[in-house]
């Protein structure tokens, strides 16, 4: 199919659709829309809701590409992950050509929230042609006309996401702008609970902007990041009471409580009994918890 849309050379852009099954709706990764595309210089598209994930990669030129959370520079060779689900917007900076794909099905959700905690919105791989001949695969079998294999498709876009995860896993190209997984994070809190731990201060940690910092921490753990930090703290105050006779004020140093009153009051108010029953007693009571 061609393009119809201003700004997209019509001559020199294709594009397929492709309709799935139930059984691959409930089942597979599939693709929903693929194609390569030539963009004129000054090309923008922006949504605030498209119903899919979209995997690009920059054969040439240079995009623009803005989420809600960040703006970031794509160039030549790069890829662009997007949650379409949310707001994004992209503008093409000069002559550009796209190899690109809608995609969805049961894990897409996790897989774009594993490989962009990790990545961010552009990335490149270290060896992209395998990625690269997937996506290829998809754009001539949905191009031939004939009858597509669904868990053949399946196949394909696992493989090319599968591809992004192992980079995403093993780390981003030196020099190119890193953004620390979560695990790091946690293991960073861990170390320093006596310091601070301004929420600022982790997300410059994770090369995130602060709002999208929160977001990707509550995603991956549960908790907002104060919630998270003020109860590793008192899992360590709690640790601390029960195996030492440390005495409250220096226990609270050590675990970042900005003083014996305001520890006793959260502490309470956790696990329904004060520091000092609580050690005398020697085991946490059976009911009262919560995060704080």
């Known amino acids: 199919m061609k393009p119809a849309e201003h700004g997209i050379r019509r001559d020199e852009s294709d594009f397929f659709i ?19 595309f030539l963009y004129e210089p000054g090309y923008e598209l922006a949504r605030s809701s498209f119903d899919s ?72 791989l270290q060896n992209a042609g395998y990625a690269l001949t997937m996506m290829k695969r998809i754009l001539t079998a949905l191009g031939s006309g004939r009858a597509v294999s669904e868990p053949l498709m399946a196949r394909y876009v696992t493989d090319v996401l599968t591809e992004c995860a192992l980079h995403a896993e093993a780390g981003p190209l030196p020099g190119r702008r890193e953004n620390l997984p979560v695990e790091d994070i946690l293991a960073y809190i861990a170390a320093h609970l006596h310091e601070p731990l301004s929420v600022g201060d982790l997300a410059d940690r994770a090369f995130m902007s602060e709002y999208h910092f929160i977001r990707v921490f509550k995603r991956e753990t549960g908790y907002t990041p104060y919630a998270y930090i003020i109860n590793a703290r008192m899992h360590a105050a709690r640790y601390k009471l029960i195996t030492t006779d440390m005495p409250l004020k220096e226990l609270c140093a050590e675990c970042g409580f900005p003083s014996v009153s305001a520890f006793c009051a959260l502490f309470r108010r956790k696990f329904g009994c004060s520091p000092g029953t609580y050690r005398n007693q020697g085991n946490l009571p059976s009911h009262g918890e919560r995060i704080g």
């Open 53 to 124: 994930y979209l995997l690009m990669h920059m054969d040439e030129g240079a995009f623009d590409v803005i989420t809600d959370s960040e703006r970031r520079r794509a160039g030549t060779d790069d890829f662009v992950l997007l949650n379409c689900y949310a707001y994004h917007r992209y503008r093409a900076l000069e002559k550009s050509r796209v190899l690109w794909m809608h995609f969805d099905g049961p894990t897409a959700g996790p897989y774009f929230r594993f490989i962009h905690s990790r990545l961010g919105t552009v990335f490149a």
């Open 18 to 36: 492709y309709t799935p099954s139930r059984t691959a709706l409930e089942t597979f990764l599939y693709p929903l829309r693929v194609g390569r």
